[in-house]
């Protein structure tokens, strides 16, 4: 999820666990628990500070380790470390078990996104992505403000945030109905699917969709559960050709094939270096495919600029590249 849903997740989590009598019969508790779950909240996120080096390091390693089985128990360790000595008087267990909740639940939800985590690590590094709930959801955000605004003027925050996740739980039950459903409507639309890959949008009934059968890339949307197919393209391997394997040393390109399970691939010969691209198909936008990883390669094979990230308009991938073809 994004930062101010996780922000929004902590103070209502902290609100909860007033329902907890060790919280709410000490006033140092019921602080320190809202302050631990704010911050557990945010804590795996600490890793988006990856993207002020370049966006491999990030694209490689966000929600990676960060969100890992040891780290969920790293965490809530190192929260209490700072945040216990202000409040000596706090019941530390249930402290740390509010905190543990807080920090689980960050994980947790990640998982529904389509960008996912690795959540399994150590045990595996695959990325666990269900692909229900976009990564900013406003009615999920718009669930919390509400619970806590209820909370502001005076109710009950323990009840009030008890019935809320009740009726988050119903709206997750429901985005998996209206995923399964356009599955099954892609399913008959391409019935020799070998992959199908759905992906939230803000928007309750709509979808992105990116498919592949032996032969082809399917790129769609769906709106009511009507499937359209938007673009489709000859999935011709990637060769290995001496172009190609001198791009895939290059540090965005790996970064980008480690993260994109479905792809294409162009190289564009210009008078004095190549150019390789590859653009995944999962996120198509207004006719534009914006995240990409591209590597330019002079007539020595030899790495002049690079780049991966998303990118909305070939003039802003020129500034980053830095290079204007002849």
């Known amino acids: 999820?994004?930062?101010?849903?996780?922000v929004v997740m902590g103070i209502a989590l902290g609100g909860l666990a007033t329902l907890d009598p060790a919280v709410f019969s000490s006033h140092a508790t019921t602080t320190s628990v809202l302050i631990a779950t704010i911050a557990g909240s945010q804590i795996p996120d600490i890793d988006t500070v990856l993207k002020l080096r370049n966006n491999a390091i990030y694209i490689r390693n966000h929600r990676g380790i960060t969100h890992s089985i040891p780290a969920v128990i790293l965490w809530p360790l190192v929260l209490l470390a700072v945040i216990y000595p202000f409040f000596p008087n706090a019941n530390l267990f249930h402290l740390w078990a509010w905190t543990f909740a807080a920090v689980f639940i960050h994980v947790f939800v990640d998982i529904f996104n389509a960008y996912g985590t690795q959540a399994l690590r150590p045990f595996s590094t695959k990325w666990v992505a269900l692909g229900v709930i976009n990564t900013f959801d406003p009615i999920i955000f718009g669930i919390h403000i509400l619970g806590i605004a209820i909370w502001v003027l005076g109710a009950n925050p323990g009840y009030t945030f008890l019935i809320m996740y009740g009726v988050i739980v119903a709206y997750y039950l429901a985005r998996f109905r209206a995923k399964n459903r356009v599955l099954g409507e892609v399913r008959r639309v391409i019935p020799n699917a070998t992959e199908i890959i759905i992906a939230p949008t803000m928007r309750f009934h709509q979808w992105r969709i990116a498919a592949m059968n032996k032969k082809q890339f399917f790129v769609g949307k769906a709106v009511n559960s009507q499937v359209e197919i938007l673009d489709h393209f000859n999935r011709i391997p990637v060769p290995k050709t001496p172009v190609i394997e001198a791009a895939k040393k290059d540090k965005n390109l790996s970064a980008f094939l480690s993260?994109?399970?479905?792809?294409?691939?162009?190289?564009d010969e210009y008078i004095d270096f190549y150019e390789v691209r590859f653009i995944d198909l999962r996120y198509r936008s207004n006719g534009?495919?914006?995240f990409v990883a591209v590597v330019q390669l002079d007539c020595n094979l030899k790495p002049i600029s690079s780049y991966t990230g998303w990118v909305f308009s070939e003039k802003k991938l020129r500034k980053k590249l830095s290079i204007i073809p002849s």
């Open 259 to 267: 993260f994109s399970p479905v792809y294409r691939w162009e190289v």
């Open 1 to 6: 999820m994004d930062t101010g849903t996780h």
């Open 288 to 290: 534009h495919y914006p």
